[in-house]
């Protein structure tokens, strides 16, 4: 199993920008697809961005396309979300998550949230207007 810890979530001016980091352990060498969702107060879970730890492909939701950046250090086991021209709308618990169980992550699988089987806790990203 892989154990996420996110971080780098906080308080920021509509404008500003925002970096966050997900930290893997433990088998991490199983993952092979990377991608970050968010899910903001009375909303459903959403996908964000995710990223292939081979290859590195990387695929984005249209509402951050532009704006938001998936990136991975494989040697330091972490993928990284920068989020630049962050809106209100962008508010929310981010989380990291990790697919490890499937033997191929379509570009369509790979946005739903039951392709992925490891989480991390969230972190809190607040825009402000």
């Known amino acids: 199993q892989v154990q996420l810890v996110e971080s780098g979530g906080g308080l920021v001016q509509a404008g500003g920008s925002l970096r966050l980091s997900c930290a893997a352990s433990?088998?991490?060498?199983?993952?092979?697809?990377m991608g970050w969702f968010r899910q903001a107060p009375g909303k459903e879970r959403e996908f964000v961005a995710a990223?292939?730890?081979?290859?590195?492909?990387?695929y984005y939701a249209d509402s951050v396309k532009g704006r938001f950046t998936i990136s991975r250090d494989n040697a330091r086991n972490t993928v990284y979300l920068q989020m630049n021209s962050l809106k209100v709308e962008d508010t929310a618990v981010y989380y990291c998550?990790?697919?490890?169980?499937?033997?191929?992550?379509?570009?369509?699988?790979?946005?739903?949230?039951?392709?992925?089987?490891?989480w991390g806790q969230g972190t809190q990203v607040t825009v402000s207007s």
């Open positions: 998550a990790a697919g490890t169980t499937s033997d191929y992550y379509s570009e369509n699988y790979l946005r739903q949230i039951g392709a992925y089987d490891s």
């Open positions: 433990g088998r991490t060498f199983s993952s092979k697809v």
């Open positions: 990223i292939r730890w081979r290859g590195g492909g990387t």
